[in-house]
Nanobody, 124 residues
Framework: QVRLVDSGGGLVQAGDSLRLTCAAS????????MAWFRQAPGKEREFVAA????????YYADSVKGRFTISRDHAKNTVYLQMNSLKPEDTAVYYC?????????????????WGQGTQVTVSS
């Protein structure tokens, strides 16, 4: 069955970097667009970044543009989120998502499968 396993979160200080990893299995990874979303306590899950099936198109939320980079490795069936210059407002649970379509979108309702989430906490 489809499985997405998120990892790489942790507790860091403002200005530090983290790399999140999403290991995918159970589906044809190269056919799917992938994305990262996040959810802070008391808030709705929000879009962070997305990447098309071949990595040719990427999209970012304005709040992370220039600091975060999404990428994918088809040989490893893995999606990454490199997060630099982290801020306290980046604190959230981060979720990987897969869309059964080659084209990425920023709408969480268009993603079919979700990881379990990984906690990122940024202290000031």
């Amino acid at each position: 069955q489809v499985r997405l396993v998120d990892s790489g979160g942790g507790l860091v200080q403002a200005g530090d970097s983290l790399r999140l990893t999403c290991a995918a299995s159970g589906f044809t990874f190269s056919w799917y667009a992938m994305a990262w979303f996040r959810q802070a306590p008391g808030k709705e899950r929000e879009f962070v970044a997305a990447i098309s099936w071949n990595g040719g198109s990427t999209y970012y939320a304005d709040s992370v543009k220039g600091r975060f980079t999404i990428s994918r490795d088809h040989a490893k069936n893995t999606v990454y989120l490199q997060m630099n210059s982290l801020k306290p407002e980046d604190t959230a649970v981060y979720y990987c998502a897969a869309r059964s379509n080659a084209k990425a979108t920023m709408s969480r309702n268009e993603y079919d499968h979700w990881g379990q989430g990984t906690q990122v906490t940024v202290s000031s």
